[in-house]
């Protein structure tokens, strides 16, 4: 950074996810293979189908494209994430309750910081998935742990006064200035490295018993990215080639199914993390090594964002089973047919370029899915646990929506169908007032153009 530069959110966005990148990387090497294995697959990809495998993300952004996991314990923990990432143009997107998503003991709630104006996400699309612990619910913690752990995270401070202020300053200013940009990434990076404090043995057990999650969040005195995820344009390719490198990956992709028609939402899969050496302190006062195995590899691809209508027939057909035969009774096999039947988010664009356009030239572009999907979460979540922990569903759980989880984070919780319906009804205007027509003539017209039908991000063809 050279010193008289003035960092804008994004810029910070997008050296944050560098940074933590490099972190991550040094921290659990296995992160190191997959980004190489990613990076070689989207270059397949893109020599083997061009300007088609770049409809959904240009190949600058998918190469730098990661979203991260972090938990925290408490309202005041997560409304402090939410002024850091609010430096970096991030906001909270979306509630997700994975409580009732796993039949594990997953005591969190959650939300994704994201960009959520298309030309932020166009310049970088880093989010974060952030999972808040739930202690006062009774079918995980009794009445006396839920009070011993409300003490132990009432007195912790994961997020220093120098990063915060910097953090709040940012937001205020638009951006920092080259000094404390630097000074903010270095401040921010540090706060989610794993921490070598020795841990308090006892205390993490008790609490493993329960939720390795809530031990995970609860049972040390810090917090730490939990994965880094880079995007794949074909992750069944990635996955066989992550198996001949010899990384056993979980037993499938979760998600849709590999089919031939369009992909939507987000198919994700991960690897274990190997263990990673920490150091406890025993009851009596010794300090031991053991190790951990909280974190984990994952990877993801990203397909068509869903309107309420497609994400009500996704939702539907996942408990059927991700099967390309249930696919086919449930989707149609063509971008037109999405758009037709009004199951999937499309924009309006003119093409640019000389010649005078008319409304048969507009062309529907879909629109990628920025979010998360809770079962494919709780699925990640569940699949990386050294075990099961405990969990009484006799016991009422305790209420969490997301206007509650709008107060603890201190912001409004943006509701991301609202945000891809948005961007639509943006390029329509757009693309009306290019035309010099009226924006209903365009949303009557059938998509003219022919779709690329089926999209294929499978590399069955290539
Ligand atoms: C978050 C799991 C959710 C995803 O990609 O669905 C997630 C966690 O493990 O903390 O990252
Ligand atoms: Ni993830």
Excluded: C
């Excluded at 939410?82 to 009732?100: C, E, K, S, T």
């Excluded at 939990?226 to 979760?254: C, F, K, S, W």
């Amino acid at each position: 950074m050279t010193s008289d530069e003035f960092y804008a959110p994004w810029q910070l966005r997008a050296a944050f996810a560098r940074s933590l990148s490099d972190m991550y990387g040094r921290e659990v090497p296995a992160y190191t293979t997959l980004l190489e294995v990613s990076h070689e697959v989207n270059a397949d990809v893109v020599a083997a189908r061009g300007a088609d495998a770049e409809r959904l993300g240009s190949i600058d952004r998918v190469t730098a494209e990661r979203h991260g996991a972090i938990r925290v314990g408490t309202p005041t923990e997560i409304s402090q994430v939410a002024r850091i990432f609010g430096a970096m143009g991030m906001h909270p997107v979306g509630f997700y309750d994975l409580r009732d998503a796993s039949s594990s003991s997953v005591p969190v709630i959650s939300t994704a910081f994201r960009p959520v104006d298309r030309a932020e996400l166009a310049r970088n699309p880093f989010r974060v998935f952030t999972s808040m612990l739930v202690p006062g619910d009774r079918r995980f913690f009794t009445a006396d742990l839920q009070e011993r752990l409300e003490r132990f995270l009432a007195a912790r401070t994961l997020f220093g006064p120098d990063l915060l202020a910097l953090a709040d300053r940012a937001e205020a200013d638009g951006g920092l200035a080259a000094t404390d940009a630097a000074e903010f990434l270095r401040l921010a990076t540090e706060a989610f490295e794993l921490s070598h404090e020795p841990v308090d043995q006892a205390w993490y057990r008790e609490l493993e018993a329960v939720s390795a999650v809530a031990a995970d969040i609860g049972g040390v005195a810090s917090t730490h990215i939990n994965h880094l995820t880079p995007r794949v344009l074909d992750i069944d390719d990635l996955y066989a080639r992550m198996e001949a490198r010899g990384i056993t990956m979980i037993d499938r992709v979760q998600g849709p199914p590999l089919w031939e028609g369009p992909d939507v939402l987000l198919r994700q899969t991960s690897f274990r993390a190997l263990a990673e050496p920490r150091t406890f302190r025993t009851p009596d006062g010794d300090v031991v090594q053991d190790s951990l195995r909280v974190r984990f590899g994952e990877v993801e691809a990203r397909g068509i964002a869903l309107t309420r209508e497609g994400r009500a027939r996704y939702d539907e057909a996942i408990v059927r089973g991700a099967t390309p035969e249930v696919w086919r009774e449930t989707f149609p096999d063509t971008e037109a047919g999405l758009i037709e039947a009004g199951l999937g988010y499309f924009t309006y664009e003119v093409p640019t370029g000389s010649g005078a356009a008319g409304p048969g030239d507009v062309r529907r572009e879909p629109v990628v899915y920025e979010d998360f999907l809770p079962r494919s979460a709780a699925g990640i979540f569940q699949s990386n646990l050294t075990d099961e922990g405990s969990k009484d569903a006799s016991q009422a759980g305790e209420e969490r929506d997301a206007d509650w989880m709008a107060g603890a984070v201190g912001r409004e919780l943006h509701d991301p169908f609202d945000l891809y319906a948005a961007q639509v009804a943006a390029s329509l205007t757009a693309a009306a007032d290019r035309l010099g027509v009226a924006p209903a003539t365009l949303a009557a017209t059938p998509s003219t153009e022919p779709m690329t039908s089926p999209t294929t991000s499978t590399g069955a063809d290539a």
